[in-house]
Nanobody, 131 residues
Framework: QVQVVESGGGLVQPGGSLRLNCTVS????????MGWFRQTPGKEREGVAC????????HYLDSVKGRFTISKLNRKKTVYLEMNNLKPDDTAMYYC????????????????????????WGQGTQVTVSS
């Protein structure tokens, strides 16, 4: 059974930083793309940052480029999202997802969430950016 567990959310002032962590068990971590998605009430979930199964490619939502960095540590089966210069518009529930397609070729496809019903999801962690 695949389990995805996030941590690290919270309340931060505009311009501040947070790091989200996501640990996965139950699958061969090295073979699957990983991603962070976010959702606010009334809106669809959107891909924020994704990293390929090899770690060689990253994909970011335009609005977070230059501020957010995704990384992973295979030996710990953990993926991280470093968020800097946070803005009120970044306020959302953040979800970690593990791909269900091993060694997917196109990272953008995973990050678009087009087949997100097949992903393995965590329970989410709230990020609130407010003064």
């Amino acid at each position: 059974q695949v389990q995805v567990v996030e941590s690290g959310g919270g309340l931060v002032q505009p311009g501040g930083s947070l790091r989200l962590n996501c640990t996965v068990s139950g699958l061969t971590f090295d073979d699957y793309a990983m991603g962070w998605f976010r959702q606010t009430p009334g809106k669809e979930r959107e891909g924020v940052a994704c990293i390929s199964w090899s770690g060689g490619s990253e994909h970011y939502l335009d609005s977070v480029k230059g501020r957010f960095t995704i990384s992973k540590l295979n030996r710990k089966k953990t993926v991280y999202l470093e968020m800097n210069n946070l803005k009120p518009d970044d306020t959302a529930m953040y979800y970690c997802a593990a791909d269900s397609t091993p060694q997917r070729v196109w990272l953008f496809e995973f990050c678009s969430g087009s087949d997100q019903h097949s992903y393995y999801w965590g329970q989410g962690t709230q990020v609130t950016v407010s003064s």
